[in-house]
């Protein structure tokens, strides 16, 4: 435009001049009419800002497991659910029922997990009360979560899925060990982090990088609900080479879900991407996939919580959305440890089983039923609190168990996986 008009004589600009208000006028009907055209193109329905409808606190239990403690229904006592994007809906346990006197509709349908498939009855029309939120119209199938009350030492009542979580925006803060709940609508997340655009049918499902023998990207369950960093499948593992020429071998351990217990091995990945953050020398669980969880090619595994709850997480279901946000857990060590022994609460003690042979558990003595006193100078019969002692890589740890009436101190050397 300044080209155009630089050279001009006199009685041109003159004109020019006279009719400029007349032009200017012109210009500025023809730049309204213009705008609104164009915002009546563009015209977009903007919901209402997202709004804080409830606070609630967790506890985090061993591999970054989340409890949270709420009321069903008009029943008084507060009850213990597992906070869990791996599952497709929300749950209860068939114990939990039976104290409650509730009673389960038997259905045609069934679950799957890595340890099996199940039928299911259902609790329909049922509502889950938070501070100061209650969530009705809730349906609510039932299954039998002995194995995990048994694992962490606490009543599991249920789990809370996909069947809450896609109600709501739902932030999960490990800084605070608090879960913020949010009505849908416009939400401004903070700075810091990076937004992911998962796909989710009922599940989410993240794209990551993994790297060892080789590189390979691959699609994983974004699972809270599981404990530990990543589960790789044994299919995935064979078909990607990843590794193939891995110095030390895969351990034998054992895995309690769905289902039950379950063989699989663990060893380590030397990275793992996900968006922009990598990790190095994760803990990875290999396991055969007979239930067919993952759909082999189209996913490889899952992550696990004891690699996400290193993130502060948003999760807005409703716009497709996973916010990560590095937290104060984000360097946290990965526990390596490895023991072969499995200790569970039953009958108020703890007891050892299955116990994998040639581990330093089997080394160290240890059989099926022995109750455990005491893990070091720790007498408090906390199933948690053991466990972590049994963490301590490279040192002998002192066990005192009880077997036959005899009290028995047995010494078990930790070793590492990695």
Same mark, same amino acid.
């Given at each position: 435009m300044l080209n155009a008009i630089t050279a001009k004589p006199k009685a041109q600009w003159r004109t020019l001049f006279l009719a400029q208000p007349i032009l200017t006028a012109i210009l500025f009907f023809s730049v309204m009419l213009f705008s609104r055209s164009v915002a009546n193109g563009q015209e977009e329905f903007v919901p209402p800002p997202a709004r804080l409808l409830s606070v609630l606190p967790f506890r985090l239990l061993n591999g970054g497991i989340v409890l949270v403690k709420c009321t069903l229904g008009n029943y008084k006592d507060s009850l213990n659910f597992i906070f869990d994007t791996g599952s497709g809906g929300i749950s209860l346990d068939s114990l939990t029922c039976e104290k409650l006197r509730i009673v389960p509709v038997p259905s045609d349908k069934t679950i799957r997990g890595i340890a099996g498939i199940r039928n299911v009855s259902f609790v329909y029309n049922e509502s889950l009360r938070l501070p100061s939120l209650e969530v009705d119209s809730l349906?609510?199938?039932?299954?039998?979560?002995?194995?995990?009350?048994?694992?962490?030492?606490?009543?599991?009542?249920? /789990?809370?899925?996909?069947? @809450?979580?896609?109600?709501?925006?739902?932030?999960?803060?490990?800084?605070?060990?608090?879960?913020?709940?949010?009505?849908?609508?416009?939400?401004?997340?903070?700075?810091?982090?990076?937004?992911?655009?998962?796909?989710?049918?009922?599940?989410?499902?993240?794209?990551? !990088?993994?790297?060892?023998?080789?590189?390979?990207? &691959?699609? @994983?369950?974004?699972?809270?609900?599981?404990?530990?960093?990543?589960?790789?499948?044994?299919?995935?593992?064979?078909?990607?080479?990843?590794?193939?020429?891995?110095?030390?071998?895969?351990?034998?351990?054992? &895995?309690?879900?769905?289902?039950?217990?379950?063989?699989?091995?663990?060893?380590?990945?030397?990275?793992?991407?996900?968006?922009?953050?990598?990790?190095? #020398?994760?803990?990875s669980y290999i396991f055969d996939d007979e239930y067919n969880i993952t759909s082999y090619p189209s996913l490889a595994g899952l992550i696990g919580n004891d690699l996400l709850r290193r993130f502060n997480v948003i999760l807005n279901y409703g716009r497709r959305e996973i916010y990560l946000m590095p937290n104060s857990h984000f360097r946290d060590l990965f526990d390596y440890s490895y023991t072969g022994l499995n200790i569970y609460w039953v009958d108020g003690e703890i007891r050892?089983?299955?116990?994998?042979?040639?581990?330093?558990?089997?080394?160290?003595?240890?059989?099926?039923?022995? /109750?455990?006193?005491?893990?070091?100078? #720790?007498?408090?019969?906390?199933?948690? &609190?053991?466990?972590?002692?049994?963490? #301590?890589?490279?040192?002998?740890?002192?066990?005192?168990? !009880?077997?036959? #009436?005899?009290?028995?101190?047995?010494?078990?050397?930790?070793?590492?996986?990695?």
């Open positions: 349906n609510f199938h039932v299954n039998d979560y002995g194995i995990l009350t048994s694992v962490y030492g606490e009543d599991i009542d249920g /789990i809370i899925g996909y069947s @809450f979580l896609s109600r709501y925006i739902v932030t999960l803060d490990y800084d605070s060990n608090k879960i913020y709940v949010y009505s849908r609508g416009s939400f401004k997340y903070p700075k810091g982090g990076f937004l992911t655009r998962p796909y989710i049918v009922n599940l989410p499902v993240e794209t990551a !990088r993994v790297r060892d023998n080789n590189t390979v990207s &691959a699609r @994983f369950y974004f699972d809270t609900g599981a404990g530990l960093c990543l589960l790789l499948s044994s299919d995935f593992v064979s078909d990607s080479a990843l590794l193939r020429n891995k110095k030390r071998k895969p351990v034998e351990t054992l &895995a309690q879900g769905l289902g039950g217990k379950t063989i699989m091995k663990q060893t380590t990945v030397r990275d793992f991407r996900l968006g922009p953050y990598k990790f190095h #020398n994760v803990p050892a089983s299955d116990i994998i042979k040639g581990s330093p558990a089997d080394l160290a003595g240890f059989k099926t039923g022995d /109750i455990i006193i005491g893990v070091e100078n #720790n007498f408090t019969k906390n199933i948690q &609190a053991y466990k972590n002692l049994l963490q #301590n890589v490279g040192k002998k740890v002192s066990v005192v168990i !009880r077997r036959d #009436n005899d009290l028995l101190v047995l010494k078990l050397k930790v070793e590492t996986i990695n």
